[in-house]
């Protein structure tokens, strides 16, 4: 058994999951609407820098958080907005179950 077919066979499984395809079509027309693409773009970027504050123990701000929630209520207002949201939760859900399957299987204890 070769490690990299078998990586090769997973990618391919992962690319031809609902999950994957649905994400990817829903993306697609996201990107179609500017004022949408960019709003659900600053929005996951605001939502990264403050997960990445918090993964380093830094001090976030309330007003930067309470930014975010109302970024996330005025997309979740939108029903392509919150199909993709959805869409790109369920297929982060894959790849983190997934992930979590290879760690457990090699897992040093």
């Known amino acids: 058994m070769n490690i990299y077919d078998e990586a090769h066979s997973l990618a391919r499984a992962i690319k031809a999951s609902d999950e994957y395809k649905n994400y990817v079509k829903i993306k697609a027309e996201v990107s179609a609407i500017p004022e949408l693409n960019e709003m659900l773009g600053d929005f996951q970027q605001k939502q990264f820098q403050l997960q990445a504050a918090q993964f380093t123990g830094q001090e976030v701000e309330t007003d930067v958080m309470q930014q975010i929630q109302d970024l996330y209520q005025i997309i979740m207002k939108d029903p392509k ?22 760690e457990d299987a090699v897992k040093v204890e």
């Not at 869409?87 to 997934?98: K, N, Q, S, Y």
């Open 81 to 102: 907005a919150m199909e993709y949201m959805q869409a790109e939760m369920m297929f982060t859900r894959v790849i983190a179950d997934v992930y979590k399957i290879l």
